[in-house]
C-alpha cells in the first residue's frame, strides 16, 4: 500500500523551489569536503581523522534524519493519512542512528545504503504525494553524497 492517503484523496502538485534546488546542492559540500579531507588526511593524523569521520558521519545522519522527517511534512498535509509515512519517518534517522555509533567505516556505509534506500522509497512514493518534480534533484543529491560516503569508509 502506498504512502498516500486513503482513497479519494487528490494531491496538488509540490513545485520544485528554487531556492530549495540551491540549498540541496550547497548541503553536498560537507560530504565531498568530508570525502576529501578522509583522503588527504591519511595517517598522518589519526586524531584529525577520527574527527573528520564523526563529522562526516553525523552530517550524513542529520540529512538521512531530513529525508525521513520530509515524509511528515507531507502526510500532515493529507487529510485522512494512512499510518505508513509517519512509521517511515522515523525509520531513517533510526538507523543512521546506529550508523553513527558504529566505527566510522562500518557507519559511513550504512549511511550510503541509507541514503540510497531513502531515494529509492521516494522514488515511488514521491509521485503519489505530489512530489514528483523533487525526484531529479533527490537523485543528483542521493549520488553525490552516497559516493562520499561510500569514498570515506574506503579511505579510512
Request: proline share 6%; with cysteine; glycine share 8%.
Amino acid at each position: 500500500m502506498p504512502f498516500a492517503a486513503r482513497a479519494g484523496t487528490q494531491l496538488p502538485v509540490l513545485p520544485l523551489d528554487p531556492v530549495a534546488l540551491k540549498l540541496g546542492y550547497a548541503g553536498l559540500a560537507p560530504f565531498v569536503l568530508g570525502a576529501l579531507l578522509v583522503w588527504l588526511i591519511g595517517d598522518w593524523n589519526l586524531a584529525a581523522h577520527a574527527f573528520v569521520m564523526l563529522a562526516l558521519s553525523s552530517y550524513a545522519a542529520i540529512i538521512i534524519s531530513f529525508l525521513g522527517g520530509i515524509y511528515w511534512g507531507l502526510a500532515m498535509r493529507l487529510p485522512n493519512a494512512t499510518h505508513q509515512p509517519f512509521v517511515w519517518g522515523v525509520v531513517p534517522g533510526l538507523v543512521a542512528w546506529v550508523a553513527v555509533v558504529m566505527p566510522a567505516y562500518a557507519g559511513l556505509v550504512l549511511h550510503g545504503v541509507m541514503l540510497v534506500v531513502c531515494y529509492l522509497v521516494d522514488r515511488k512514493q514521491y509521485p503519489i504525494l505530489g512530489a514528483a518534480s523533487w525526484l531529479t534533484l533527490r537523485f543528483r543529491l542521493t549520488v553525490v553524497a552516497s559516493l562520499s560516503c561510500f569514498l570515506a569508509a574506503a579511505g579510512s
